[in-house]
Every structure is written in structure tokens, then in C-alpha cells.
């Protein structure tokens, strides 16, 4: 009985995963379009837009409507699949042999953990210089600046090689010693 849930749970998971990576992709489309379409949707006050608004808008609107769900999501999507799909999510720490597992897990807590100690604290700084910038109605040094931190190109330039290699680990899967 076990067994026959689990093969049916595998194609079920793969189906899922491609659901929402459907849904994620038209999420943002579809968010696209409608602030392309009427950009006071995200700045509904202001008669005139300067360059720091509405990238500060478009930006904040992007992060809380659909990354930060989106995120959540997928990480309580997965973890819930490795569950019904019997596959450890630690991996070699559970007695498994998939450690393609937890080496996508580490990369995933080290995505956490930028965003904890990174993002959230020079996103502190920028918001500041912002509001700086939209109160003298243009883009100051200051801005132009918070725009060019070496630390938070790092950053990104990290997120986005650990999210290939997620995804190059969750396709082709080298680390395992036989199949659960």
C-alpha cells in the first residue's frame, strides 16, 4: 500500500513542481503587464514619477506580492513532497543517500541567510536614502550609491548561482548512492 502511494506520489510531485513554477511565472507576467498598463497602480498619488519612485515601487511591489509568498511556497510545497515522497531532506543526517538533498538544502539556507543579514539590513539603509531622494525629487549620490553596493551585487550574483545549481541538483541529482 506504502509502495503504490509513493509511485504515485513521484509523478504527483513532479506535477505540482511544474504547476507552480507555471503559476510563479504567470504571477509575474501577469503583475507586469498590469503596472506596465497603468503605472499609477503602484504610485496612485503622485501627478509626476521620478526615476527613484517608481523603481522603489516597482521593486517593493515585485518583493511582497510575489517573492516572498512565492518563496514561502515553494519551500513549504517541497518540504511537504519529500515527505510524501519518502525522500530525506537531510539526506546522509537521516540515513539516506540522495545527498543531492542536502547539499540543495544548504544552498537554500545560505539564499536565508543573505537575505537575513544582507537584504533586509542594506534594504534598512536604501529605504532611507530613498525617501532622501524622492524628497529632493531626483537621484542623489547617496542613492546612487545604495544602487552600486559591492556587497548586494555579491549577493544577488550568489543567489543566483545557488538557485541554477537548485535547480541543476533537483534535475540531474549526482549525489546519490542508488534510489530510496
Known amino acids: 500500500m506504502i509502495s503504490r ?3 504515485l506520489a513521484r509523478p504527483l510531485a513532479f506535477l505540482l513542481g511544474a504547476a507552480l513554477s507555471l ?6 507576467a501577469a503583475t507586469a503587464q498590469m503596472v506596465i498598463r497603468d503605472p499609477a497602480l503602484v504610485l ?3 501627478p509626476q514619477w521620478t526615476a527613484a519612485q517608481l523603481e522603489s515601487a516597482l521593486t517593493g511591489r515585485f518583493e511582497n506580492n510575489l517573492v516572498r509568498p512565492g518563496s514561502i511556497v515553494v519551500i513549504i510545497a517541497g518540504i511537504i513532497l519529500a515527505v510524501i515522497g519518502g525522500w530525506p531532506i537531510f539526506a546522509v543526517l537521516q540515513g539516506g543517500a540522495a545527498n543531492w538533498l542536502l547539499v540543495s538544502n544548504l544552498l537554500l539556507l545560505s539564499i536565508i541567510a543573505e537575505i537575513v543579514f544582507i537584504f533586509v539590513l542594506r534594504g534598512k539603509v536604501y529605504e532611507k536614502v530613498q525617501q532622501d531622494a524622492v524628497a529632493r525629487d531626483g537621484i ?3 542613492l ?4 552600486q553596493d559591492p556587497v548586494v551585487r555579491w ?3 550568489w543567489e543566483e548561482i545557488s538557485v541554477i545549481l537548485i535547480i541543476y541538483l ?3 541529482k549526482p549525489f546519490k548512492i542508488g534510489w530510496e
Do not use: G, K, V
Open 23 to 28: 503559476l510563479a511565472i504567470y504571477s509575474y
Open 170 to 172: 533537483m534535475i540531474a
Open 144 to 147: 546612487r550609491a545604495t544602487f
Open 5 to 7: 502511494l509513493l509511485r
Open 140 to 142: 542623489t549620490p547617496e
Open 155 to 157: 549577493a544577488h550574483l
Open 44 to 46: 496612485p498619488d503622485a
